[in-house]
């Protein structure tokens, strides 16, 4: 038996999130990826364990998820030999064999994500599937003033949906900072793990800091109010790429 990993990339649009569902009519990206797999291997009973949840519409570059699998096909010949099962929209990319104990969530360090924002007059209809859209000018270095409040390890209890089950809301950002490029904007963080709709409300607090609706320096007092009514809107889901996830 081996335990193969794989890299998976996805358009989000058309699918209820990356969560297979006990309903088989919600269509998901982890319910595609399990049907194409167990099409290509041969197996009907085949799943897989992805590393992180993706909701609604939410896309990604760099998902993960493992199988167990007995199979002759070398590893990195699985992208291409699954490809022609699954949709245009779902592509794994990489696949590689790793340890037996090796799980996709738990033995992950680091995770990147991305939220795009088109920042102009007129809307642009070949980002609006991507981006979420912001006419009111935005100052990018009042944004990542902002941003460096989240450095380090905080309590991100202010930029948690209600309703999270977790243990904690504790969490280390590594990296946070907004990037713009022309009239796309980017804000880009890399955590130890995220709460949910943790990034959409950042970016949404952000945004509201280029916009002059907050003050760079309210992210600490957010941060220490825990009090999600404190913090921003949850952007919306189309505008946040799931980048990657780093392992030892």
Known sequence: MKRILLTIAYDGTNYSGWQKQK???????EGELTKALRLLFRNPALECIGASRTDAGVHALGQRAVIDV???IPAEKIPLAIRSFLPADIVVTKAEEVAEAFHPRFDCVKKTY???????????????????YVQKPLDVERMNEGAKAFLG????????????????TVRTIFDCHVEKQGESVRILVTGDGFLYNMVRIIAGTLIQVGAGIKKPEDMESILAGKDRELAGPTAPAHGLTMIGLEYL
Do not use: M
Request: proline letters at 4%; glycine letters at 2%; aromatic letters at 14%.
């Open 114 to 132: 991305e939220y795009r924002f088109w920042n102009a007059p007129a809307k642009n209809p070949k980002e609006r599937l991507y981006s979420a």
């Open 70 to 72: 007995e199979t002759s």
């Open 153 to 168: 390890t905080h309590d991100f209890a202010a930029f948690c949906a209600a309703g999270a089950q977790v243990s904690t």
């Open 23 to 29: 309903d088989e009519a919600v269509i998901t990206v």
